[in-house]
């Protein structure tokens, strides 16, 4: 409930059983749209390696 205070027992409550991060694809090559396939780009032997291209734009 959104206007519940964080005592109350009405509220609901959220636990991500794993962190999962989705990339949006704003090139519009994928094709798995709207999710980000890395069709833009050449391949990477490790998904490491695809990551930092990624953040650090390698």
């Known amino acids: 409930m959104p ?6 027992p009405d509220g609901l409550s959220l ?3 794993r962190e999962q ?3 949006l694809c704003r090139c519009g090559q994928s094709t798995r749209l709207p999710w980000c396939d890395g069709s833009h780009s050449p391949p990477t032997p490790s998904l490491g390696q695809r990551w930092r291209r990624f953040w650090k734009g390698e």
Do not use: Q, Y
């Not at 206007?3 to 109350?8: A, F, K, N, R």
């Open 15 to 17: 636990t991500a059983r």
């Open 3 to 8: 206007d519940c205070p964080s005592g109350c």
């Open 21 to 23: 991060r989705l990339l």
